[in-house]
């Protein structure tokens, strides 16, 4: 992940703020507990006292200091928490609280980024990819299926609207399963205003809902974000982004074929997709060219990638955009 140094410190300072956050909890518990409960700091007390003691015994070559200092330690803290619990709080009141239990709220997992950091990571990259922009509606509880109609006809297959549809759906509720088990892409096609952006956006909140990191461009930002780095090499935020469409979880491509298309697109098209096809991470692409227009525009090498590595779900169906203003 190419993060400049300064967004690398900015979420460490967070992580800084949230272990003394989670200090000062821990410390005004301790405070609160002590004031109930005076015996409490007493039996405290003790454990720092004998731990001293069977030091100096286990310098002094007491061999048997070590067991027995685990013995009256093991005996203080059943003490201690029978106190907690006879007070009324919790038995673990007084660990320390952490948002991210898992790296303890350092960002680290041994020497590898935890989950939490990765998510931080994203957040920062999010703003520059327009994630954030989605409209709050966009969610599959909100999906409407009667957009979707049964008398309308697909003119090459003979299937309804609303049979492809379901199907779709199917499909992409088992690519947010899976994800993470199976590698699997999708490739939704058909014109305006039939919902490839709204399906696309559904599944990018449901894989970042399960802590996987998901980068969504149009057509034209991602292939600006790629030209730039191409031909500007000290354009730093565009190397930083460019090394995670490559390494994203998922990666969103909306509105293919919007973009003004040249050979230089076509590459970095072909070397996208490729290269994300060998290393194994998923990709969503949507667009309103046919499959015909799509060998034309973007090489057979890319055509071949998708038709063969790609499930190809069609839309068909009115534009819902319409019906949407006709419904108001």
Known sequence: MGLKNSQYHAIMRKYEQKQLHSHDIQMARYEEVYKKLPEFKTLDDSIASLSIQHGKKLLDGDTSAVDALKKDLAELRNRKIHLLKSAGFPEDYLEPVYDCPDCKDTGYIGNKKCHCFKKAIIGLLYD???IKKFPVEADFSNFRL???PVSHYDKKTGRSSRSMMEDTLRICHHFIDSFGTEFNNLFFY????VGKTFLST???KEIMNREYSVLY??????FNTLAKNAFDKNDIDAH???EYIFDCDLLIIDDLGTEYTNAFIASQFFTCINERLLHRKSTIISTNLSLESLANLYTERSFSRITSRYSLLKIVGDDIRIKKKLEH
Request: charged share 10%.
């Open 128 to 130: 520059q990819s327009n």
């Open 146 to 148: 009667d957009y979707y």
């Open 190 to 193: 058909g014109d305006v205003g």
């Open 202 to 204: 559904c599944i990018a």
């Open 217 to 222: 461009f149009s057509a034209p930002q991602l």
């Open 240 to 242: 930083n982004m460019c």
